[in-house]
């Protein structure tokens, strides 16, 4: 929580940026602000059609393949985890074990 | 996860008889495949629907041949359409018969369930298969889980290196017809108590891939049903129905409104375009029937009341038609607005097809009255796309929710 912390748990510039692109997405779809460790699909939270938006989206702008267990609702729920996911799956691609 | 005991999938094969030219169509006409499948269908379809039955050879061979599949890439033996050209394809099928562009959707869905949410070692096991000639349905629906598929009862519980399924689905399309059955239940790992049903709406659910033949699956066909009689809709009981845990596709469970919203979406696109097709085959009756038929001395198109039919029936076979191609660019572009686009096209068609298919049999009045008739078809075959894949009231809600979701 406090700031010494961000320099223990890695925050890359890449990281950032992500987080910022997914803040964009959900402020732009709803309409409301968001922090990166709310709970999106808590009581009053976000629909399953929009679940699949999130996927959608994160596919088409990271270039990335969300399949399997990958799609558990955990990866989903906050920005942060968004984000951990991302960076999961580029750096696998990137390893050259990409999904066609 | 490893060792799928799948290894003698067969081969793709993509020899039709020597007679049947096939390519893939190009970019968005299915040209020459439309041709192939009016040749096999029109003229027959009429038949298949008083008979109540496909003729299984046909559904193999353009299943060997990768059509009831269409948008499976070709590296797992599929015709790698895009969303858009399948869709253009659907619609000339549902045009024809909406009893065998039923089999696609269920055989589609089934596909893009596997290609979704399987393993590569799943989608190589099954994808195969299912543009191999093997048949698939797809199962959500329960007595009494239809429009809330939250209320889903069926069973998935781990044992060891397999998965014991337990419960019951109903109207589950081509299931009569279906080598595989992509069934959808509750997961459970040995041991944990699985006794309380529904308890949780967002709980952990599985799509198992089961052979039609593994000993405690029963199937039994929905006597007559109103429209697309041809589909083999069938009932499915599940009686401890033991598969390899390797049919699990994904390997582990998922929240059930995500695994079924995505399921989904692909037989939303299906059942959309099928109506476009269906809207297609009424506007072509009318307007035949409207200036051969005379009355009063003149042709019935002459008549302007007459007229207005062909015109609403214009508008309506159009405007399903824009709001597919929308849904199908979505979707071919990776746009997260697909999801909802999805939803729109399958309540616009699906309406206007219901409402242009009682129109059309208003035109041709006792020419198209009897069963078989292609409007006589379309008109019980659209009213019941106006209650699957999310029934006219799920798709507003839905669509409510959406605009809900986006407003302060
Ligand atoms: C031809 C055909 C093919 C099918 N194929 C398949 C298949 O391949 N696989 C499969 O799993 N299932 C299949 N089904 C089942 C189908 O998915 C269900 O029929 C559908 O989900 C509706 O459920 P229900 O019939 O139980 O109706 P119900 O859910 O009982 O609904 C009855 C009516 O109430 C309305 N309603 C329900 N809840 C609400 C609400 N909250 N607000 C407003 N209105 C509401 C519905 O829209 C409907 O008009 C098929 C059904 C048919 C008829």
């Known amino acids: 929580m406090s700031s010494f912390d961000t320099g223990a748990t890695g925050t890359t510039e890449a990281n950032e940026a992500t987080e910022k692109e997914i803040l964009r997405f959900l402020e732009a779809r709803t309409k409301r602000p968001w922090k990166t460790d709310t709970d999106l699909f808590a009581s009053g939270g976000l629909s399953s059609l929009f679940a699949m938006e999130l996927v ?16 558990r609702l955990d990866n989903f729920r906050t920005v942060t985890s968004m984000t951990a996911l991302v960076e999961r799956l580029r750096t696998a691609a990137a390893g050259g074990t990409a999904d066609a | ?64 041949a990768g059509w009831l599949c269409a948008q499976v890439p070709d590296a797992y033996g599929g015709r790698g359409l895009s969303s858009a050209a399948g869709g253009a394809f659907t619609a000339h099928v549902g045009s024809l018969c909406s009893s065998l562009r039923s089999v ?23 994808l195969p298969r299912l543009t191999g000639g093997d048949l698939a349905a797809a199962g959500f629906s329960e007595r009494g889980a239809g429009s809330d598929l939250s209320a889903m009862t069926t069973r998935v519980r781990r044992e060891g290196d397999t998965v014991v399924l337990d419960g019951h689905k109903v109207w589950v399309t081509a299931a009569h017809y279906a080598d595989l059955l992509v069934l959808f239940g509750r997961y459970s790992e040995a041991g944990e108590d699985d006794g309380d049903a529904g308890a949780d709406d967002a709980g952990e659910a599985v799509a198992v891939v089961v052979p039609a033949d593994t000993p405690g699956v029963r199937v039994t066909r929905v006597a007559d049903p109103l429209g697309c009689r041809a589909a083999g809709h069938a009932d499915i009981t599940l009686d401890a129905v033991r598969v390899p845990a390797a049919h699990v596709l994904g390997g582990s469970p998922l929240p059930l409104p995500l695994l079924v919203t995505t ?30 038929r005379e009355q009063f001395g003149v042709p019935l198109g002459e008549h302007q009341l007459v007229a207005r ?100």
């Open chain 2, 309 to 408: 039919h062909l015109a609403e029936l214009l508008v309506a076979e159009q405007t399903a038609t824009r709001a597919c191609e929308h849904a199908s660019r979505c979707w071919d572009e990776g746009s997260p607005e697909q999801v909802v686009a999805a939803v729109l096209a399958k309540h616009i068609s699906a309406g206007n097809a219901a409402r242009g298919a009682a129109t059309a049999v208003q035109v041709l009045a006792s020419a198209g009255a009897r069963d078989g008739h292609v409007v006589a078809r379309a008109h019980r075959d659209a009213k019941l796309m106006e209650i699957i894949e999310g029934s006219n009231e799920m798709c507003q809600l839905m669509l409510a929710r959406h605009v809900l979701d986006r407003t302060v």
């Open chain 2, 104 to 126: 696609m959707t269920s055989q589609g869905m089934a596909a893009w369930t596997v290609e979704r949410f399987g393993t590569d070692e799943q989608r190589t096991a099954f």
């Open chain 2, 263 to 292: 399921a989904l979406a692909y037989g939303r696109m299906s059942v959309a375009w099928g109506c476009v097709g269906i809207l297609r085959g009424c506007l072509t009756a009318a307007a035949r029937h409207a200036v051969t």
């Open chain 2, 1 to 64: 996860m490893r060792d799928l005991p799948l290894s003698d999938s067969p081969a793709p094969d993509r020899e039709l008889s020597p007679d049947t030219q096939l390519s893939s169509g190009g970019e968005n006409s299915p040209g020459e495949p439309a041709a192939m499948v009016t040749a096999l269908v029109a003229g027959e379809a009429d038949g298949w629907d008083r008979a109540g039955l496909l003729p299984v050879a046909l559904l193999r061979k353009l299943g060997a």
């Open chain 1, 56 to 71: 959608v989206h994160l596919e088409k702008t990271f270039g990335i393949s969300i399949r399997g267990a990958d799609l």
